[in-house]
């Protein structure tokens, strides 16, 4: 007999559609799930069992204007407000914050019928490529606990992968959905500038930051999608929306056509060595793509070394954006305090000077790929590392920042571009560790790119590869 969890979050909607299962059972089922293996994995910050087990119960029944994913449960991010429940960003600075009032995508996942179960793991303000923090410890990842699942949606990620959730929601502001979806073997897609907004509260004037969804099919996470993207009036940032009557779930079952895809593997930071086992999974996506009938060519790193520089300076900046008193300050974590002082004396030009340099870089990178439909990289330029690794009580922070700049050097480039990204799980090492690879759409291009990547899911599926507490 099969699982709930071992359903995609569309059968189990689909499920409830035909009343073959309750969402209260779904809820259940979950809680059950994350009471066992959240302990062991630091997936969930808070879970809100009561709250989600009391929503699915006035849902039973109620077949009204159902979406794909009604009645379906989900996790949100813990940098994301949650009205009444505890929104801690990973900090003991704000362990007993409670917002008033939902951010704009927590309020339309619950119009589209999801129920979210909690509150998923990230590191303080959701500022490294690992996901730990002082509130609950790291997330671990579930194909090796002696791992790191990957940040900041480290928890979300560990979440999907280990069936505590069938599909979560993420954010992205220098690779912090595509690291763990490549740390934990699942498809996550950094969506485009503007096309998530993150009001009412929600603040970045770089642009850098997304959000998006983490699932296990190209398809869950298009259904996800198309409930999140609806925008917020006042928004900053405008993705153009989808012709009137259609959907990115329905862009996911369509063929995308004989298309033109570019490719690197070295990227433009000198001094980074990437891993063979990320070189030998971006080869093995080239053949698959090649094998679909795409013309996959070799192109350089459409970005020059000075581009990260201006990243670090406006991430120095936005490390100061939660106000913490000084009393409070002491408490941080040492990565967290190393990039707030960082960012401290920036002065107002040289903030403008790094934005203005990305802007710059962004458009060259563009203007550089526009004759390609899709650019193919490796995800990261090394495997899931041990949770040791980031460890800050042992290493000095600018060892630490070394290493997630070698470990992350892929990534954070296209938060600067706004482009749309997708982590596909198309590779496994010998000893069974997820290593994926990214395809890059053009800008505003999610449609088309969900397209591409469920026809290589449907070429080279990954769903059944599950982890060893699955």
């Avoid at 490719?263 to 679909?292: I, Q, T």
């Avoid at 460890?391 to 482009?419: C, H, I, S, W």
């Avoid at 291009?445 to 590869?465: I, K, N, R, S």
Wanted: charged letters at 20%; hydrophobic letters at 40%; aromatic letters at 6%.
């Amino acid at each position: 007999m099969t699982e709930l969890h071992e359903l995609s979050a569309i059968e189990q909607a689909a499920a409830v559609r035909a009343g073959e299962v309750a969402p209260v059972e779904l809820v259940r089922h979950y809680l059950a799930r994350i009471e066992r293996l959240n302990e062991r994995y630091g997936a969930f910050v808070t879970v809100t069992g009561e709250q989600a087990i009391a929503q699915a119960e006035a849902m039973t029944g109620r077949s009204e204007h159902p979406t794909p994913l009604s009645g379906v449960p989900t996790a949100i991010k813990d940098l994301t407000p949650t009205a009444g429940v505890r929104t801690t960003y990973g900090s003991r600075a704000f362990a007993d914050h409670v917002p008033d009032r939902d951010a704009h995508v927590v309020t339309l996942l619950r119009r589209g019928g999801m129920i979210s179960l909690g509150k998923t793991n990230t590191p303080e303000f959701g500022l490294c490529c690992y996901t730990d923090n002082d509130l609950v410890g790291p997330a671990r990842n579930p194909w090796d606990r002696a791992r790191a699942a990957g940040g900041s949606s480290g928890g979300a990620a560990a979440a999907v992968a280990l069936g505590l959730a069938p599909v979560a929601h993420g954010s992205d502001g220098g690779g912090s959905i595509r690291i763990p979806a490549s740390s934990c073997g699942l498809f996550g897609l950094k969506t485009s500038r503007g096309r998530i907004s993150s009001g009412p509260d929600g603040t970045d004037v770089s642009g850098l930051s997304v959000q998006g969804p983490l699932a296990r099919t190209v398809r869950d996470a298009a259904a996800m999608l198309d409930l999140m993207a609806v925008p917020m009036p006042g928004d900053p940032h405008w993705a153009p929306p989808l012709p009137d009557g259609e959907t990115f779930l329905g862009h996911a079952g369509r063929e995308p056509g004989r298309l033109r895809i570019g490719r690197y593997a070295k990227p433009a930071a000198s001094g980074v060595d990437v891993d063979p086992a990320c070189v030998e999974a971006w080869e093995h996506a080239s053949r698959v793509l090649e094998g679909l009938g795409h013309e996959v060519e070799d192109i350089p790193a459409p970005f020059d070394p000075e581009v990260f520089a201006f990243f670090v300076t406006v991430w120095g900046v936005q490390s100061l954006a939660h106000g913490v008193d000084a009393d409070a300050e002491e408490s941080l974590r040492p990565v967290t305090r190393a990039w707030r002082e960082y960012g401290r004396p920036i002065d107002g030009p040289a903030f403008a000077a790094a934005v203005g340099g990305m802007q710059r870089a962004a458009r060259a990178s563009i203007e550089a790929t526009a004759r390609y439909d899709a650019v193919l990289t490796p995800t990261l330029a090394a495997l899931p590392q041990p949770v040791e690794f980031f460890d800050e009580k042992d290493t000095e922070p600018l060892d630490n920042l070394r290493r997630q700049r070698a470990f992350t050097v892929f990534t954070g480039v296209y938060n600067m571009t706004g482009q749309p990204v997708a982590n596909l799980p198309l590779h496994r090492t010998g000893d069974g560790l997820p290593v994926g690879v990214s395809l890059v759409g053009r800008p505003a291009g999610e449609a088309a790119l969900l397209a591409l990547c469920a026809q290589v899911e449907a070429a080279a599926p990954w769903h059944h590869h599950r982890p060893p507490e699955w």
